[in-house]
């Protein structure tokens, strides 16, 4: 074992700095050495093979299977919801996931973690089958509305579309019992906004479990010609979706806890730590980028990169910082912020959130993208703060990091992103300052407890149940999200369906290295992350084209689970947006008539 485990040692040295068929060469040497009966040990010498890079660490980093949807005849894809097998770096488990069935490539095909990443087309229409292949649930589950329940039970979330909240397109309060499928079919209009968004289950109930469990993917509306400068068009791009693998038994939010207290039999039971050399202290809650364990990715000196990052986290929020390196947003939540690019020092994500940024590294070395701070969040059944995770053992990989950046080779100078301004459909049109009088404007005050786990009060009562409240068609809505100091959305993170929202105000949102700026659009915001709590959040949207039930929830997801979940009625005759956007009157390099 003393030369397996000097291999192991050279290995991690030079698969940080290699490519790929390198690495795999050096995990071929590991796999040579390993012993007879390694798999008891269940050490690197069986969980990282070639055909199993979610069990090696340092890989070079590559994007998940794609399906272009435009591609598929009659833009119909088949999703199966099945169980699979992972063997990963830091456990071995089996869990839930979909398959692309009719998916070309055949590496789409198959059941995986994340997900196959959905391509689409604005002014396409696509859709969706899904079939829930999983066995029954127990007979003895909890049954309340408001508990962690039915492990088998599913449905499909299209995160951050502009899209109806009814049949047959995302209604998240209809659901697939083992067994049944069902068809969800989207008509994505010409004038969606291109972005960064993300597809995952949402049965009340059972989506904590799901996506805890690595059951998500991400889905790109693709950009057209001219929608972003030539100069940023050309850049190159890293797709990345960042899962937390929060199993934690010593929390209410670990996942390993959810199964067991909803009685699930696949996941709990089927829960094994690897052993694996640097996971002392992280089999409970490690991060993956694309399925990968710490990956690398390789960029030259002075060469700027598009990140487009997704939190397909359940719980953790994370504050990622590059030093060393530039970074320079341009999108959250999948829409453009204006103007474009903003030089910021820091990705702030909560649960659910997105960003697109420039990265660049000017000097050659190895650079990592790190968490920079824990979250502070409390558990509420422990009845006070989370303690802070154990220090990692010296020489090990820090909990905090996600990634690294090698940079090297010979020296190249990207050409700088003018400031630009976006176009903007109508249901993104600026909402900041003085309305229209035909555009009237309703006011709502919004809170989220953690005591009782609710919205305003009230938790969640059912698909059945009351709205919070019912919503005209045609109206600017104002929503005040932390009222009274409550600790609302500077606590938890709210994520609305159907509608992104806009900062009006915000208190101590000045700066140009502030995350937050008024005129910024979220569809999942935590402010708490970066402004003291009791800040004072006020943003708008408009009601328009959609009617219907409109979810919004805490995305820390074992608190929608258990409550913290509810609608609003947008009742009526559909109606267009009351304020139009200025999109005609603004160019890529200076707008022209209201800020775009």
């Known amino acids: 074992m ?28 590991l796999l040579l050495a390993a012993p007879q009966g390694a798999r008891a040990s269940m050490g690197p010498e069986h969980s990282c093979r070639r055909d199993n890079p979610m069990g090696c660490r340092n890989l070079r980093l590559r994007p998940p299977p794609s399906v272009h949807t435009w591609d598929l005849p009659n833009g119909h894809l088949h999703l199966d919801f099945t169980t699979v097998d992972i063997d990963s770096y830091a456990a071995r488990f089996t869990t839930r996931a979909f398959a692309a069935r009719n998916a070309p490539n055949p590496e789409a095909a198959k ?21 829930n292949r999983l066995g029954p649930n127990s007979a003895h589950e909890p049954t309340a509305v408001n508990t962690y329940h039915s492990p088998n039970t599913t449905n499909l979330h ?113 829960y ?54 530039s970074l320079e947003l341009l999108a959250k939540d999948g829409i453009v912020i204006s103007p474009a690019p903003r030089l910021v020092d820091r990705m702030l994500l909560p649960p659910g ?57 010979s020296r190249v100078r990207s050409l700088p992103i003018p400031t630009f301004y976006p176009a903007r459909p109508d249901y993104l049109a600026n909402l900041v300052g003085a309305l229209p009088d035909h555009a009237p404007t309703q006011h709502w005050n919004l809170s989220l407890a953690l005591n009782g786990l609710t919205i305003n009060g009230v938790p969640f009562g059912g698909v059945d149940g009351p709205p919070l409240t019912t919503l005209r068609p045609g109206a600017v809505e104002e929503w005040q999200l932390n009222p009274d100091n409550a600790r609302g959305a500077t606590f938890h993170p709210l994520h609305m369906h159907v509608w992104p929202f806009q900062i009006i105000s915000l208190t101590g949102a000045s700066g140009a290295n502030k995350w937050f700026q008024v005129g910024d659009w979220h569809d999942s915001m935590l402010v708490g992350m970066e402004e003291a709590a009791g800040t004072d959040l006020t943003v708008r949207f408009q009601t328009g084209r959609f009617t219907g039930r409109v979810v919004l929830h805490c995305h820390i997801l074992a608190h929608e689970d258990r409550g913290m979940l509810g609608f609003v009625d947008v009742d009526g005759g559909a109606l267009p947006y009351p304020v139009s956007s200025n999109h005609q009157r603004c160019t890529l390099t200076s707008p022209s008539g209201p800020p775009c």
């Open 2 to 29: 003393s030369g397996t485990t000097s291999r192991q040692t050279r290995c991690a040295a030079t698969a940080v700095a290699t490519a790929t068929a390198m690495a795999f060469a050096c995990l071929a040497s």
């Open 272 to 325: 094994q730590r690897s052993g694996n050399p640097g996971t002392e202290g992280l089999e409970d809650n490690w991060w993956t980028v694309n399925g990968l364990y710490l990956p690398t990715l390789h960029a030259q000196p002075g060469q700027s990169v598009r990140w487009r990052v997704a939190s397909a986290s359940i719980d953790e929020t994370l504050d990622l910082v590059v030093a060393g390196c």
């Open 111 to 131: 059941a995986q973690v994340p997900g196959v990443t959905l391509r689409v087309r604005r002014g396409q229409a696509f859709s969706v089958t899904l079939s």
């Open 353 to 409: 959130a997105r960003a697109d940024v420039i990265v660049t590294c000017k000097e050659p070395g190895v650079f990592r993208l790190m968490a920079q701070s824990a979250d502070d969040r409390g558990d509420e059944e422990a009845g006070g703060e989370r303690p802070p995770p154990p220090p990692p053992p010296p020489g090990f990989p820090y909990v905090g990091e996600l990634a690294t950046i090698v940079v090297e080779g």
């Open 158 to 270: 299209t995160h951050g579309l502009h899209e109806s909240p009814e049949l047959p397109a995302d209604n998240v309060l209809v659901y697939l019992q083992p067994g049944e499928q069902r068809t969800y079919k989207y008509e994505i209009g010409d004038d969606h906004a291109p972005g960064l968004h993300w597809w995952h289950p949402h049965h009340h109930g059972s989506a904590a479990l799901q996506v805890g469990g690595g059951a998500a993917g991400l889905l790109v509306i693709e950009e057209r010609p001219g929608d972003v400068p030539r100069e940023l068009a050309a850049l190159p791009e890293e797709l990345m979706i960042l899962q937390n693998w929060y199993m934690a038994p010593s929390s209410s939010f670990g996942v390993l806890n959810i199964s067991a207290a909803m009685g699930d039999a696949v996941l709990a039971p089927s």
